[in-house]
Nanobody, 112 residues
Framework: QVQLVESGGGLVQAGGSLRLSCAASRSIFSINVMGWYRQAPGKQRELVATINSAGTKVYAGSVQGRFIISRDNAKNTVYLQMNSLKPEDTAVYYC??????WGQGTQVTVSS
């Protein structure tokens, strides 16, 4: 397993941007798929975006065109650039190294 630490969350106004980072405890070069999930209060955890080792990206429809996932294998870090944020993006955001390593989460709050 790999330990993951998210950072970059915070409070932002609607329309603003944030960049989340997920730092891994070891090389992610051999980890095929990395992803971001989020969980809003009273809701199930949902997929936000994934990226595989070939650089193929998959996004949830609700964030398509606004969020960008990327990975830097040299820095053992995965990023989530979030633009045009909406109040409904408010959630705890979690990083995942497939198949089953999770970070502790970082809170993102978007005010209207």
């Amino acid at each position: 397993q790999v330990q993951l630490v998210e950072s970059g969350g915070g409070l932002v106004q609607a329309g603003g941007s944030l960049r989340l980072s997920c730092a891994a405890s070891r090389s992610i070069f051999s980890i095929n798929v990395m992803g971001w999930y989020r969980q809003a209060p009273g809701k199930q955890r949902e997929l936000v975006a994934t990226i595989n080792s070939a650089g193929t990206k998959v996004y949830a429809g609700s964030v398509q065109g606004r969020f960008i996932i990327s990975r830097d294998n040299a820095k053992n870090t995965v990023y989530l650039q979030m633009n045009s944020l909406k109040p409904e993006d408010t959630a705890v955001y979690y990083c995942k190294a497939f198949p089953d390593s999770w970070g502790q989460g970082t809170q993102v709050t978007v005010s209207s």
